[in-house]
């Protein structure tokens, strides 16, 4: 997939501005024509429509809303091919152009694009875009709608998240329109290894020539291909060489850009521009290495989330979270619980930072949710969730969007799975398989587990290449026993390794909810000394265990959820709060990262 950007032969138009929207009634069925007397209200695109008006019904709302808009076409945009792009909707899009259904999407964050030249005009053309945003048991992320009757009342509609975030939907990335010439390229791969070897591969739409140019750092060119020829299946892949290569990585993200230029037989010219790193990422003896060199990842899992914005596109953010990072000693975070809008992850390209990038796979699991509002009990997952066909339309779009991105150097395929049930290994083994099959990388894959999946229970240990694991020893169970709770972890770990003893093991998720401004001379739950107290002895179990390949506090901010009796005003285990003000743990971890020596 190519990230539209204005070339030479391609043009691109922003959408982006107050669109006409509505919430729909349940039953109601959009048909393309424009229904007279409804109070349209103004939104802003990209956005989570959720806290811009008042009302827990609107906050709340379950089920489709509308979306409209004009947009003007010139017969210039109508010469080549013309393209609409979603960068994402949440949960589902149903696309309508002067009144005829273009088409739909499924998942919420992932970019979808339908071509349009045939359907438009020059002059102003009529869009609409109905967006669905029910999480259930066919979803990513899943969910549960619960219809209840109370006494004397009509029906209603809950949709309750198996996951602990705020259901925030609607159009929450950008929209543009983008051209092509007639004859183009679909699909651009690259990569380049620390020896200076590069390989690419390009996808057109049929027969023509190719030139490629790979320009250093300073935009200086370093190589050119002599023409080469493209046969009607429209693939070509091919290797390189370039020497005194600088490498990317955490200190130095050196970005080098591969040029590519595809005539098509009509003569037409197309010209796409892809940046890219030259770094490799492997494990062997249980540890990552980074260009040959063992690297310990210090940093988060994440949410995109900010007040008002919920989880609406928000550059601001996206730089300041960086510069946070960067202030705290931290080299990497996991995009949990979903792909990341792709600019976020062309920031960490060019900032060095380093990716687990995580499937929209949370939930899956119909006996537990971090919420504890399931009750705890394994339940038949794997029976009765029906994801599986949805789950590889997701990791098939998120490799495909994500694969060139240096800063990327692990798959998350899923998180706090229901990895302790039958069926789990037949349920994930397929879709490791396809993450490796379709990433010209090989990154390492991943699954991250939870408490329950225990290193006796655990079905799917061996799919994975590193071991990632969340515990909350000393805040959901052993409470307030910080020795207790550093025992039973230790423990924990070393029996995992026993049992994989060649994988290395990093945790994925560890924290405590901590009331910014609440403090307590010893140390008690939810206070910010409890915070850092927790972390450091996290910290000194895994200083202890030679096998521990990296540690991904939860959570980087504190951020929304769905309301329940164990969120206050949302999960408070940031070590940020929602305005990205430090707690003391954020003090405490950027001395302990930045004196650490490993990797
Ligand atoms: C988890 C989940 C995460 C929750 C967290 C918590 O295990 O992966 O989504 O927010 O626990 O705070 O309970």
Known sequence: MIYPKITESRMVFDLNGIWDFRLMEEGEVYTGEEQEGKNMLAMPVPSAFNELYNGREFADHVGNMLYRRTITVTEEMLKGRLFLRFASVAHQAQVWLNGTLLGSHQGGFLPFSFEIGKVVHVGENHMAVVVNNIVDHTTLPAGRLVRQRFPGMEEEVHNLPNFDFYNYSGIIRPVCLY????????????????NGRFMWKIKASGKGSLNIRILDPEGREVYASESLSVDESGCLSGEGQIENVRLWDTKHPWLYQ????????????????????????????????????????KGFGKHEDSPIRGRGFDLVYAVKDIALLKWMGANSFRTSHYPYCEEMLQLCDREGILLIDEAPAVGLHTGFSATGMLGGKSNKTWEILKTGDHHR????????????????????????????????????????????????????????????????SCKVAELCDILMLNRYRGWYDTEGNLKGAAALLKDELERFHLRCPDKPIMLGEYGADTIAGFHDVNARLFSEEYQAEFLKVYGDVFDALPFITGEHVWNFADFATAENIRR???????????????????????????GLKKG
């Open 179 to 194: 051209t092509t010439p007639s004859t183009y390229m679909e699909d651009i791969s690259i990569q380049g290894k620390v």
């Open 258 to 297: 591969l040029e590519t230029m595809f005539v098509g037989e009509n003569g037409e010219k197309d010209c796409c521009g892809e940046s890219f790193g030259f770094r490799e990422v492997e494990i062997r003896d249980c540890h990552l290495y980074l260009n040959g060199e063992p690297i310990y990842l």
């Open 393 to 456: 339309q997701v990791l098939r779009e998120m490799v495909e969007r994500d694969k060139n991105h240096p800063s990327v150097i692990l798959w998350s395929v899923a998180n706090e799975p229901a990895s302790e049930e039958e069926g789990a290994r037949e349920y994930f083994a397929p879709l490791v398989d396809l993450v490796k099959e379709l990433d010209p990388q090989k990154r390492p894959v991943t699954i991250v587990t939870y408490e329950g999946s225990s290193p006796e």
């Open 568 to 594: 206050v005003d949302g999960n408070k285990k940031g070590v940020f709060t929602r305005d990205r003000k430090p707690k003391l743990a954020a003090h405490f971890l950027r001395e302990r990262w930045s």
